[in-house]
């Protein structure tokens, strides 16, 4: 198709837009006409392909439409004031006032038909321009709109009674076709041919790229573009350096005394809502300009959804697994947590990826429901709210009302923060102040302090199978929002 459409000069050059510089704007339509044809359809359809293009580019571009519909293609496409050579190139053309068809034949006998009419086109003038004047109100004066009006009426009622008007109606099951011949005095001359009967049922060709070939390309073009737009990636690390450093300076060197211990309490809750709802915004704010891609792409028929799905997944899984190992390097080890033995890091770090994940999986989520930013920010805002509330730092689990006990069971925040809390108390012991045997001494030892935290579930390992469990409800999700909700190209 790079070939067929003369693209290969920039074939490896950035398509650009935004303020970015790319390829020009001829090649920018042929590009977009060749992705219209990569899924081979029968017709092709341009409005104003030559819009905004200088007169070589334009030209460029009706010989490369001509060329496809020399390939068993039907091309058709509206245009404004083409040049006389670009007009030349149609076979046939269609001409509209208000609605109103003024003529309708092939190309080389438009000139002849007004003509006929007594309204002789000029040898040096352009005869687009020339009839497109014809056809056109003129409402600057009361007399001049009389005049184009009643000149229009002649125009229409001219080619109705013309015998291009019956050669439009044409049978497609009828073996006969009505050619029209005008001679230069505008003598006109029927003909009538015997025309072999042809299959005129349009069958769809079946699409030769499988699944996984599909993946793949998808995926190679995601991570490309995560490459070439370095402000997303970016953006991303340094937002994790600084949440880190920022919380970590935050609770610096907590120590075992009752105060670090409570510290520790406030900081799981802050690491558990704080970075993952920059995430969501992150998402959100870069679906919502992706997925209409999306939309055109997969209205245009060029890919399947799962395909798409996957590979969006696969390309953007590393991201969320170094952001979070970052985040932990820094802020673990700036707040002095638990250190007995390094698989309690290894945890906060896994911990930490599924909170961050899932809270991706719910910007896309939204997203993939709303596409807008504004209603997808707002349905992921709305849920973040309750499960924020219903996380068990700011209300105690057993108070709960009964209207808030089930939206703690769909809080993916309580099972991180569970998790968390259980990671860093479970079998721990801090020193205690007091003689051994005091009953203050409760208050410094891990276990009783998990038990006073009354989480809903306090065992790390099934908080982080239910994280696991709520990332895939949200993933499948977005797969049938994807697959079902239907959201036309903008």
């Known amino acids: 198709m790079i070939g067929e459409l003369a693209l290969r000069d920039c074939a490896n050059r950035i398509i650009g837009g935004g ?3 790319g390829i020009s704007g001829g090649e920018a339509r042929r590009v977009s006409i060749a992705i219209q044809m990569l899924s081979n359809p029968g017709v092709l359809f341009l409005d104003e392909p030559t819009s905004g293009l200088d007169s070589f580019s334009a030209h460029n571009l009706v010989s490369t439409l001509l060329t496809l519909s020399r390939h068993n293609k ?16 149609f076979d046939y053309v269609l001409l509209l006032s208000k609605g109103k068809v003024v003529y309708f034949g092939q190309t080389k006998h438009i000139v002849n038909h007004f003509a006929y009419l007594g309204y002789e086109c000029p040898y040096d003038v352009n005869p687009s321009d020339y009839f497109l004047d014809l056809i056109t109100i003129n409402y600057q004066t009361e007399e001049s709109e ?28 009828n073996t006969t076709a009505t050619a029209v011949s005008i001679a230069d005095d505008g003598t006109r001359t029927s003909i009538i041919e015997q025309q072999p009967q042809k299959d ?3 069958k769809i060709e079946k699409r030769n790229t499988s699944f996984f070939l599909q993946v793949w390309l998808l995926y190679h073009r995601a991570v490309k573009n995560m490459v070439r737009d370095k402000s997303v990636v970016s953006a991303r690390l340094v937002e994790s350096v600084l949440i880190a450093l920022i919380c970590g300076g935050m609770f610096y060197d907590l120590g075992d005394d009752l105060e670090g211990i409570k510290s520790r309490v406030a900081c799981f809750y802050i690491v558990v809502i704080l970075q993952p709802y920059l995430i969501i915004i992150s998402n959100i704010l870069q679906f919502s300009e992706e ?9 245009d028929g060029m890919y399947d959804t799962g395909p798409y799905w996957l590979a969006i997944k696969a390309a953007t899984l590393p991201l969320e697994i170094v952001t979070a190992i970052i985040f932990s390097c820094i802020f673990y080890w ?25 809270s ?28 924020a509330i219903t996380t068990g730092f700011i209300i105690n689990p057993a108070t709960f009302v009964f209207y808030m006990r089930w939206i703690a069971y769909t809080s993916l925040y309580q099972y991180s923060y569970g998790a968390l809390a259980s990671n860093e108390f479970r079998d721990n012991h801090y020193p205690c102040p007091f003689p051994a045997g005091d009953i203050q001494c409760q208050l410094f030892d891990g276990d009783d302090i998990l038990a006073r935290l009354q989480l809903k579930t306090d065992n790390m390992i099934v908080n982080i199978i239910v994280l696991v469990g709520i990332a895939s409800c ?16 903008k």
């Not at 091309?75 to 083409?82: N, R």
């Not at 009674?161 to 044409?170: A, C, D, L, R, V």
């Not at 997925?291 to 209205?299: A, N, S, V």
């Not at 949200?474 to 190209?489: D, G, M, R």
């Open 360 to 387: 991706a999986c719910l910007g896309f989520m939204a997203t993939s429901l709303f596409r807008s930013f504004a209603g997808a920010s707002l349905m992921a805002n709305l849920l973040m709210t309750f499960w």
């Open 19 to 21: 303020g970015r510089r």
């Open 146 to 173: 009389r005049d184009s009006k009643e000149r229009l009426g002649q125009l229409i009622s001219g080619f109705r009674s013309s015998p291009f008007y019956n050669s439009g109606q044409i049978d497609p099951n």
């Open 474 to 489: 949200f993933n499948l999700i977005s797969l049938i929002a994807l697959k079902f909700v239907v959201h036309k190209p």
């Open 74 to 89: 039907t091309v058709i496409c509206t245009i404004h004031q083409p040049r006389s050579d670009i007009f030349n190139l």
């Open 200 to 202: 005129t049922k349009f």
């Open 291 to 299: 997925l209409l891609i999306y939309d055109r792409e997969h209205y």
């Open 334 to 358: 700036m707040t002095g947590l638990r250190n007995d033995s390094i698989d309690h890091f290894f945890y906060f770090a896994l911990i930490l990826f599924l909170a961050q994940y899932t």
